[in-house]
């Protein structure tokens, strides 16, 4: 290992630790820092979906890319991710499918249809009763349906742990509790010099990579427009038992809900729904309305959630960019890197931020996707 191939990674969401892990598999000597435990601000508090297709929007085609890029590469990297980490990650390939409740929404669904088709995406346009025997616990009310085969599920709690146990296995380290206040600058050299921890204390590496998501705003040190705009955008999340038999198999998207079914310690799983979308800052509080909308579209789309005992509640902070697309690789200051701004799409881009990240911060060229992004920018 030469003097340069050392590390510190500013965050242990997906992206940092992604990268990190992908670093120690290259002989990197790699510290990440985590202001808490891996992944507790955004990563671990996603719904896990994998969804380009369903998630596609209009003018957003270079996002649609990145996303399907890197859906590509997930078979592997979570094969990989497995057998390095011993973590089953609950990786599912049934389809999402889009659903609408009433004409406006079924107006909707068909006008994206035909964005579907101009983009040649594998998607299918069903009846209420097509998308019912897809699911059969669909409101009779469900006038009309999208589905996508081609989107795929991950559980994200147990990706980070996955990720946590691969990175330390190959010899990272990481540092949990742990909160870095300053990346630290060699201002004669024009390049990075290390961080200064919050207790004070000062570590030096020739590489320093921020990904630190919503709260890279507040690290000091560093110039003004040296690191892109980043806010966080409130999410609120609820965990129901899924049941058994289960309410249903496939994710489904409503018009004012998202429900995602994965494993769980309960009979039958759990139902993750989800996710509002609120400009609020860091405010980590549930509100009444916001777990009413949640529970009204779920409803509304699933009537059998009714007698659904919740599990679990929650509050997570999307790290969204000004041009709502990613941050990825070297900054203008020598050794700094960022992998920021994921917005709702840090699960779905894992594996590309973890490939062509690490590769830039070694010297060598992203992924394509990746190449075209950064010609963007």
Known sequence: MSDNQHAIVIGGGVAGLGAAWRLVQEGWEVDVFDRHTPGFGASTRAAGMLAPAAEAHFEEELQLGLGQASLSLYPDFVRE????????????SRGTLVVGIDRDD????AHMHRYHRKLELPVEQLTGDQARQIEPGLSPTITMGLFCPSDHQVHPQRLMEALAGAFQARGGRLHTHTGVRAVRLDDAAGRVRGITLDDGRELDAPNVLVANGAWARKLEGLPRGILPHIRAVRGQV??????DPPLCQHVIRAPDAYLVPRAGDEAGGQLVVGATSEERGFDARLTAGGVFELLRGAWETLPGIYDAPILDQWVGFRPVSLANLPALGPTSIEGLFTSLGHGRNGILLAPLSAQSVSAMMRGEDPHPAVRQLLRRG
């Open 238 to 243: 609820l965990v129901l038992g899924l049941g």
């Open 106 to 109: 079924a107006e909707a669904l």
């Open 81 to 92: 991710l497995q057998e390095e980490s011993g973590v089953d990650v609950d990786y599912r």
